[in-house]
């Protein structure tokens, strides 16, 4: 099973306005990093918020990150038909190895 | 814009055969992670490399085999192909290893290579 599930699964909003979507997590993490991808291309690496961190901000992103709920939040404010994209979150858990584990990912639609 | 090139960037395999991915990391970049990847799902993490030595490995069959070299290469080989092998398969360079974890790096992927099994 995968350490991250987002939520929504898929999200269509218009050029302007606010994308949300939320991932949730079981274990303990070092760090949650959000990652976008185009049409089944490669991951581009957006933020990466670490254990001991709650927000924080890059550009128009903006993550939030509850260890308590397990659970961390990705925002892109002011959306543009460019964001069409997938969103996935990764846990970086020393007690996984340090490796990635992945959701399934939010699916963004951005209308013009 | 990427540190990280894969090749090939498609390549067609029939059922029973052996197909060799190769990736060319990013310079400094001693950690190399594998990644399979279904359509319409996350990433699945195949198996991890730091300085040439797997150190972690997902839930895959030996089958699923690698190599990390000196020039910040690597391979990722897989034998007996079965269909389900059909995926996008990504290669990711980082500066995290398990010394250097609580630094917090991101990791950079490649484009991926799609395998496609018939």
């Known amino acids: 099973s995968q350490q991250g599930e987002e939520d929504p699964q898929a999200l269509s909003i218009q050029e302007g306005e606010n994308a949300t979507m939320n991932c949730s997590y079981k274990t303990s993490i070092n760090n949650l990093q959000w990652y976008r991808q185009n049409s089944g291309r490669g991951l581009v690496h957006l933020i990466l918020i670490r254990s001991n961190e709650r927000e924080k901000h890059s550009g128009r992103l903006r993550v939030t990150l509850d260890t308590s709920k397990k659970s961390s939040s990705l925002l892109i404010t002011a959306s543009r038909a460019a964001d069409t994209a997938s969103y996935f979150c990764?846990?970086?858990?020393?007690?996984?190895?340090?490796?990635?584990?992945f959701g399934g990912g939010t699916r963004v639609l951005v209308k013009p | 814009e990427t540190g990280v090139t894969q090749s090939p960037t498609h390549l067609i395999k029939t059922r029973g055969q052996q197909v060799t991915l190769r990736c060319s990391s990013q310079?400094?970049?001693?950690?190399v992670s594998w990644y399979q990847q279904a359509l319409g799902q996350g990433p699945q993490f195949i198996f991890q490399y730091y300085r040439e030595e797997e150190n972690g490995r997902g839930n895959f069959p030996p089958r699923f085999s690698g190599l990390q070299f000196p020039n910040y290469s690597s391979e990722l080989n897989v034998n007996a192909l079965e269909l389900d092998d059909s995926a996008l398969y990504l290669c990711?360079?980082?500066?995290?290893?398990?010394?250097?974890?609580?630094?917090?790096?991101?990791?950079?992927f490649g484009s991926g290579t799609r395998l496609t099994v018939v």
């Open positions: 310079s400094g970049h001693n950690t």
């Open positions: 990764a846990t970086d858990a020393r007690a996984a190895g340090n490796k990635l584990t």
């Open positions: 990711a360079s980082s500066l995290a290893s398990i010394f250097s974890t609580r630094a917090g790096y991101g990791y950079t």
